[in-house]
């Protein structure tokens, strides 16, 4: 026994150096989402299993530097479950009650728009209706250089052809279309030209705002105006210098756009409101509760509402699914008046408070109606001509009513009680602005 003790205390006494050399090590157990010390341990270190709270485990010396915390990704919190795809799919058809529309109807989605496109080009194939190539130097600029690229050498020669146009072409590149797709193109004049009628637009690139080709367009010109003319009278319908080609742009580079790719889904309003927005926020998450056991929709301001597509499902399929959801849009209480046509629309919610009104037309009317004096006969007198003028002066209305509406019907009888004109509706509007009594805003074109 004591020779067992006396070798056990000579091997601990040798194995004290080589600690000494290594330093003293202190088992340590890191947090996985901050990087921060949260055990030290004395014993051996513990093994991390896959439900324990932590996943890394080390030991180092007291004085070396702590390693640098993991790079974890921010997690938002949300209320509620997780919206994930339901396995049974929606028939996308919702009634509509008077009075609602649905919200693709007054929204749209945020990305998803078009783009213009315009170009330059020539017009061909015109019956003697073209521009005037002295008075238009583009066009005989434009018609030299297309010559020449076809292998034509007309620079010294003196161009009278008037059966070409200069013409601005303009498209709009709709989301997501792709490479060999075609869309509608319209061309108007530049120059002297007096018709487009049975031309042929030559090949024409159609840039963007960022300069970039994303179509070409060439075609027949479809005019429907027209216009004729002889000797002593012309007749003209329409704009005989402007017409379409339908389909006459092929699309050669698309946009890099995709719904995955937008992040998070937006709807914009196209009239923005507070209340509206809001009634879209409500019906889209009643829908969502129902359908994914979750809301998805948040109103941000009066014009956007945010939404997270469930998981499991695309982005066009959720769109579809949201779009049909019927809603009541809230207006503001508003009146636009066009003066140059006496058209004046009012708002459902336009209110005017209790007033009295009175109108009256005042109409005057002049009439010259010059006589022929003549002289005696036989007498040294001239031929000349008297004026004769008759002036008659009425005035008709003047009724005296008391108008104040609660609603539209309301207030449309009270004006139509007196007997107005829309020229007569468009004062009586602007006088009640002033005074007070108009309970809505006042656009005047």
Same mark, same amino acid.
């Given at each position: 026994?004591?020779?067992?003790?006396?070798?056990?205390?000579?091997?601990?006494?040798?194995?004290?150096?080589?600690?000494?050399?290594?330093?003293?090590?202190?088992?340590?157990?890191?947090?996985?989402?901050?990087?921060?010390?949260?055990?030290?341990?004395?014993?051996?270190?513990?093994?991390?299993?896959?439900?324990?709270?932590?996943?890394?485990?080390?030991?180092?010396?007291?004085?070396?530097?702590?390693?640098?915390?993991?790079?974890?990704?921010?997690?938002?919190?949300?209320?509620?479950?997780?919206?994930?795809?339901?396995?049974?799919?929606?028939?996308?058809?919702?009634?509509?009650?008077?009075g609602d529309v649905r919200i693709k109807d007054i929204a749209a989605v945020e990305g998803v728009r078009e783009n213009q496109l315009v170009g330059y080009g020539l017009v061909v194939g015109l019956q003697g209706t073209g521009d005037t190539l002295r008075n238009a130097a583009f066009s005989e600029q434009s018609l030299q250089s297309m010559l020449e690229r076809l292998g034509v050498n007309v620079r010294d020669s003196a161009l009278r052809t008037r059966n070409i146009a200069a013409v601005i072409a303009t498209a709009e590149l709709p989301a997501f279309a792709g490479t060999g797709s075609r869309i509608d193109v319209n061309v108007a004049s530049l120059g002297d030209a007096s018709s487009l009628q049975g031309g042929t637009l030559i090949i024409t690139q159609l840039a963007g705002a960022d300069g970039?080709?994303?179509?070409?367009?060439?075609?027949?010109?479809? #005019?429907?105006?027209? =216009?004729? +003319?002889?000797?002593?009278?012309?007749?003209?319908? !329409? $704009?005989?210098?402007? %017409?379409?080609?339908?389909?006459?742009?092929?699309?050669?580079?698309?946009?890099?756009?995709?719904?995955?790719?937008?992040?998070?889904?937006?709807?914009?309003?196209?009239?923005?409101?507070?209340?509206?927005?809001?009634?879209?926020?409500?019906?889209?998450?009643?829908?969502?509760?129902?359908?994914?056991?979750?809301?998805?929709?948040?109103?941000?301001?009066?014009?956007?509402?945010?939404?997270?597509?469930?998981?499991?499902?695309?982005?066009?399929?959720?769109?579809?699914?949201?779009?049909?959801?019927? #809603?009541?849009?809230? =207006?503001? +209480?508003?009146?636009?008046?066009?003066?140059?046509? !006496? $058209?004046?629309?009012? %708002?459902?919610?336009?209110?005017?408070?209790?007033?009295?009104?009175?109108?009256?037309?005042?109409?005057?009317?002049?009439?010259?109606?010059?006589?022929?004096?003549?002289?005696?006969?036989?007498?040294?007198?001239?031929?000349?001509?008297?004026?004769?003028?008759?002036?008659?002066?009425?005035?008709?209305?003047?009724?005296?009513?008391?108008?104040?509406?609660?609603?539209?019907?309301?207030?449309?009888?009270?004006?139509?009680?007196?007997?107005?004109?829309?020229?007569?509706?468009?004062?009586?509007?602007?006088?009640?602005?002033?005074?007070? +009594?108009?309970?809505?805003?006042?656009?005047?074109?």
């Amino acid at each position: 026994m004591r020779l067992l003790l006396a070798g056990l205390a000579a091997g601990f006494l040798a194995l004290q150096p080589a600690a000494a050399q290594d330093g003293s090590r202190m088992p340590i157990t890191l947090d996985p989402q901050t990087g921060e010390v949260v055990s030290v341990v004395d014993g051996p270190l513990p093994f991390a299993g896959r439900d324990g709270p932590t996943l890394l485990a080390a030991d180092m010396a007291p004085n070396s530097p702590l390693p640098p915390p993991p790079t974890v990704a921010p997690v938002v919190p949300r209320s509620g479950p997780e919206p994930r795809a339901p396995s049974t799919p929606d028939t996308m058809v919702h009634a509509l009650s008077p009075g609602d529309v649905r919200i693709k109807d007054i929204a749209a989605v945020e990305g998803v728009r078009e783009n213009q496109l315009v170009g330059y080009g020539l017009v061909v194939g015109l019956q003697g209706t073209g521009d005037t190539l002295r008075n238009a130097a583009f066009s005989e600029q434009s018609l030299q250089s297309m010559l020449e690229r076809l292998g034509v050498n007309v620079r010294d020669s003196a161009l009278r052809t008037r059966n070409i146009a200069a013409v601005i072409a303009t498209a709009e590149l709709p989301a997501f279309a792709g490479t060999g797709s075609r869309i509608d193109v319209n061309v108007a004049s530049l120059g002297d030209a007096s018709s487009l009628q049975g031309g042929t637009l030559i090949i024409t690139q159609l840039a963007g705002a960022d300069g970039e080709v994303y179509a070409v367009a060439q075609g027949p010109v479809a #005019v429907t105006g027209y =216009t004729a +003319a002889g000797m002593a009278e012309s007749v003209q319908k !329409g $704009t005989p210098t402007a %017409g379409r080609i339908p389909n006459g742009a092929l699309i050669e580079r698309e946009l890099q756009t995709s719904l995955d790719g937008l992040g998070t889904l937006t709807f914009k309003l196209r009239n923005p409101d507070f209340r509206t927005a809001v009634r879209i926020t409500d019906a889209i998450n009643s829908y969502s509760r129902r359908r994914y056991g979750a809301a998805v929709a948040e109103e941000r301001d009066y014009r956007t509402v945010a939404l997270v597509k469930p998981r499991g499902m695309s982005a066009a399929r959720f769109i579809a699914e949201i779009e049909g959801l019927p #809603v009541r849009p809230d =207006t503001p +209480a508003r009146v636009v008046i066009d003066e140059r046509s !006496g $058209t004046v629309v009012m %708002g459902a919610d336009v209110r005017i408070s209790t007033v009295a009104i009175t109108h009256g037309n005042l109409s005057i009317r002049v009439t010259e109606t010059p006589v022929v004096s003549q002289p005696e006969p036989f007498s040294d007198g001239e031929t000349v001509v008297l004026p004769r003028t008759m002036v008659d002066a009425s005035e008709s209305g003047g009724k005296l009513a008391i108008v104040g509406g609660t609603d539209l019907q309301t207030l449309v009888r009270g004006l139509n009680q007196i007997g107005l004109k829309p020229t007569g509706v468009i004062a009586i509007v602007q006088a009640m602005k002033t005074a007070g +009594a108009l309970q809505a805003d006042l656009v005047v074109q």
